[in-house]
């Protein structure tokens, strides 16, 4: 991968970058799409990260199919696909981090207190790997995007980190490569998640002014799907991923969920400026 990015670079090919951990579906494809529209080159990683991974999670289950994910990378046209072994990327006696102090903290933080820096971790050294000069991240992992955006700024990586929109089945719910997890009935409840979003947005949009109020909106909404165990509903500052009290004119916020269905985890959340 490096021989072949400094490659590129010689030949002066602006690279656009996208790390996944595959199963690919339109959510990913729609950040491959936008590195194609943006840079002569297109690197796609598939790499199922086990540093990002607490003890109980889903790590060994998670789910891949690498014949499915390359032919449709074949289709999007992206030129490379990089996609190491565990052992390539940790090798005996690895032992080195990095951590994004406070934006790791709050959010998916709290339930997955090793998981940003894996994330963290395992992105840098992808970086260093591909040497891109754009690298793509969707909104749906907000918290992702601002401590790799935080990271890269931080350390100096000469790459631009760009935000793509949330990709959604038409009933709303998040594409997620979890989704295939969830039972029929839980499939049937999901998109309770979006519209308990979409219901913070429109109460701040109408006016209120007390983020306790729409934070209980949000509860509110989860738990009208009777099989939905919320992990955390909160209403942020979009920057700093702080929790407000008081919607000041013209901030942006960050409405963010994550519930369980059963073992599912699912995330998901919007972003509004207060009018
Ligand atoms: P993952 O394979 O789940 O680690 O995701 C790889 C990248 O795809 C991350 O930057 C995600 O934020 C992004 N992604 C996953 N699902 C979606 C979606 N539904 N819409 C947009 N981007 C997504």
Redo the contacts with the bound molecule.
Sequence with gaps: MRRVAERLRRDGQGIGFV????YL?E??L??VRAARRENDTVVVSIFVNPSQFGPDEDYRRYPRDFKRDRSLLEAQKADYLFAPSVKTMYPEGFQTGVRVEKLSGPLCGVSRPVHFGGVATVVAKLLNLVAPDRVY?????YQ?FKVVERMVRDLDFPVEARR?????EKDGL????RNVYLSAEERRQAPALYRALCRAVALIRSGERHAGKVRQALVQGARSAPRARVDYAEIVDAGTLEPVVKLKKGRTLLAALAVFFGETRLIDNCLVKVP
């Design positions: 790390p996944t951990m595959g579906h959510g990913h729609a950040l991240l969707g909104q749906k992992d992702q793509v929109a949330t990709v959604r998040a594409m997620s490569s």
